[in-house]
């Protein structure tokens, strides 16, 4: 089992930064997927990025509606993986979650669809006032 645990989230005006964090603790993978999704209310839950790492190398996607605004990266030795957002919009107002991929791992792809994870954390919201 793989517990994620999200932190960071809150309320910030348009144009400001938050950094997401999500801890991963219990089993440990020499490669993995790490994503963060989110869901904005009456809405469905959408891919916002995601980071893919193997013994061949690593991989960073996004959406295209947060390229160029938001960064993921990871910190292997913490099991951390973080979401900086930048020039945050006020659609960019949903609860954000954090998951984790425990099946094969190939980094000539991405993984941008909620079946493709196991693990899920337990959102942490984002509120973005105009």
């Known amino acids: 089992q793989v517990q994620l645990v999200e932190s960071g989230g809150g309320l910030v005006q348009a144009g400001g930064s938050l950094r997401l964090s999500c801890a991963a603790s219990g089993r440990t993978f020499s490669s993995y997927v790490m994503g963060w999704f989110r869901q904005a209310p009456g809405k469905e839950r959408e891919f916002v990025a995601g980071i893919s790492w193997s013994w061949s190398g690593g991989r960073i996607y996004y959406a295209d509606s947060v390229k160029g605004r938001f960064t993921i990266s990871g910190d292997n030795a913490k099991y951390t993986v973080y979401l900086q957002m930048n020039s945050l919009k006020p659609e960019d107002t949903a609860l954000y979650y954090c998951?984790?991929?425990?099946?094969?791992?190939?980094?000539?792809?991405?993984?941008?669809?909620?079946?493709?994870?196991?693990?899920w954390g337990q959102g942490t919201q984002v509120t973005v006032s105009s």
């Open positions: 998951a984790a991929r425990a099946r094969t791992v190939a980094v000539s792809r991405t993984y941008s669809h909620e079946e493709e994870y196991d693990y």
